[in-house]
């Protein structure tokens, strides 16, 4: 058996754009067609973005996010009716309030990842979610999470671990989420410093215990270190770490699952209607 979990609106953008090439750029009914076709005992998952989505980390970080959206009229439609032919498939919905596609992911992957039986593969085109990767649990559709630190020798590249995406990301910043992370403190000076050190570090100042002196133990230079665990940049690092990572549901998330019944008829007829 298999879980397929999709990062629904991030794979839905990139299968609806004309413009790239393979196997993206197919309508609806190559969704819909897919989900009445999920192997017998496989399991098909698709997250989206609750209502207020962003607001739970805005209210940590102001500007998490703060841009227009880039979704058009036409987008948002296909998508919509996209999930409307789902819920004639075998295929679950799930869009939690004020929660990201990516907090659900990561609590479904947290339950069913760990000690089961079952594999699952996260279909999706955001690297964010690669520090969900394990023994069972495939990320599917993004390259690994690398830093150049040399354009001309590439056998200095460093491929990020799972577990040293969020670190990276709360000290070096996420410029599509709007996340500046530690100034000065560039992939570079990352990629110099031993990372389980550095975690380290950064777990203590999360908990409320920033040691300048594990952070230069870890390889950051001394004052940028000082500056790290200086009081108003260690909170501000705290916040990075919190959002960065997934956050909690609610502990009535499951009443916000929609569940398909199959009826191949009924979806063809809603797509038709749409000229799809």
């Not at 390259?143 to 990276?168: A, F, H, M, N, Q």
């Amino acid at each position: 058996m298999t879980i397929h979990i999709y990062d629904g609106m991030a794979v839905l953008r990139r299968r609806f754009d004309d413009h790239l090439p393979g196997p993206f750029g197919r309508g609806p009914r190559s969704v819909f067609n897919e989900m009445l076709a999920i192997k017998p005992g496989d399991v098909a998952i698709w997250c989206f973005e609750g209502r207020g989505a962003k607001q739970a980390r805005q209210k940590f970080f102001p500007g998490y996010k703060d841009r227009p959206s880039q979704m058009t009229d036409g987008l948002h439609a296909l998508v919509n009716l996209t999930r409307d032919a789902l819920k004639h498939t075998k295929a679950l919905q799930v869009a939690v309030p004020q929660r990201e596609a990516d907090d659900v992911i990561g609590h479904l992957c947290g339950i069913y990842g760990i000690g089961t039986g079952d594999d699952i593969t996260v279909h999706t085109v955001d690297r964010d979610l690669l520090q969900l990767a394990g023994p069972k649990v495939w990320i599917d559709g993004v390259k690994p999470l690398k830093i150049i630190v040399d354009k001309d020798d590439v056998k200095k590249d460093v491929v990020l671990t799972p577990s040293e995406i969020r670190l990276y990301k709360a000290l070096c910043g996420d410029p599509s989420d709007r996340i500046p992370g530690m100034p000065g403190f560039g992939p570079k000076a990352f990629a110099a410093c031993n990372r389980a050190w550095l975690n380290s570090a950064l777990q203590q100042l999360v908990a409320g215990h920033p040691k300048p002196a594990l952070f230069e133990h870890a390889g950051v230079k001394p004052a940028m270190a000082q500056r790290m665990c200086n009081p108003e940049q260690a909170e501000q690092l705290r916040v990075f770490w919190k959002i960065v990572g997934f956050l909690p549901l609610p502990d009535d998330w499951q009443s916000n699952i929609i569940t398909g019944k199959p009826d191949r008829a009924a979806g063809s007829a809603l797509l038709q209607q749409f000229m799809h």
